[in-house]
């Protein structure tokens, strides 16, 4: 079974551009969350998906938003890029929603550097 | 809301000692507190996880164990390996069920 894919896995962009990231779930899993890895702030929950909904948030300005298709894949899209929002950000997906109720399975994750 | 406090930050044991991660988390009624290794490279991968109804559970050389009293759950990994270096996260489940993860532990086995 193929693991959670993330694309691209590294990306370089510039400040005030915005950013797509991709993420493409276990095969069955209908829950996707994203976390923003750094150094200084560990990792931070960004949002959950389940079933093309919106199902949690986590503490991060509007400039990042998310979506989920019908085929549980899902995106985050970051706009007005931020020297601060250099970061690995991590998908991962779960068969069902809600952190506690089951195995979060996670990507390599898609390293961004703003300059 | 959840804050999780884990230490130690990086960790460095020989090869076949124990190793102890400790993790405290401040809200009460935070009941699943897993446990995931992040190879380099790579993402996050769980190991173990405990449910707030249990003391104690182990899966072969690794081991959690859960203080509700005191807050604080520990993270045991006996006869150390080189393939055990890589960093430790501990977590925990918020009110609104989130996972708030601890700051990391960065384990070193040396051969």
């Known amino acids: 079974k193929a693991g959670v894919t993330q694309t691209p896995r590294y990306l370089i962009k510039t400040r005030g551009q915005q950013v797509t990231l991709s993420c493409s779930p276990i095969s069955g899993h209908r829950s996707v969350s994203w976390y923003q890895q750094t150094p200084g702030q560990g990792l931070q929950f960004l949002f959950e998906?389940?079933?093309?909904?919106?199902?949690n948030k986590g503490n991060f300005p509007g400039r990042f938003s998310g979506r989920q298709f019908s085929n549980s894949r899902s995106e985050m899209n970051v706009s007005t890029l931020e020297l601060g929002d250099s970061a690995l950000y991590l998908c991962?997906?779960?068969?069902?929603?809600?952190?506690?109720?089951?195995?979060?399975?996670f990507g390599e994750g898609s390293r961004l550097t703003v300059l | 809301g959840e804050n999780v406090e884990q230490h130690p930050s990086t960790l460095s044991v020989q090869e076949g000692d124990s190793a102890v991660i400790k993790c405290t988390y401040s809200?009460?009624?935070?009941?699943?507190f897993p446990w995931y290794k992040q190879e380099l490279g790579k993402g996050p991968q769980l190991i173990i996880d405990i449910r707030s109804n249990v003391g104690e559970k182990k899966d072969q050389r690794i081991a959690v164990t859960l203080n509700k009293t005191a807050k604080h759950f520990s993270l045991h990994i006996t006869e150390t390996q080189p393939e055990d270096s890589a960093v430790y996260f501990c977590?925990?489940?918020?009110?609104?069920?989130?996972?708030?993860f601890g700051s990391g532990t960065r384990l070193l086995v040396r051969p």
């Open positions: 991962a997906s779960s068969l069902s929603t809600g952190a506690g109720t089951g195995e979060l399975f």
């Open positions: 998906y389940f079933s093309e909904t919106q199902r």
């Open positions: 977590a925990a489940v918020d009110s609104s069920y989130k996972l708030i």
């Open positions: 809200d009460s009624a935070s009941n699943y």
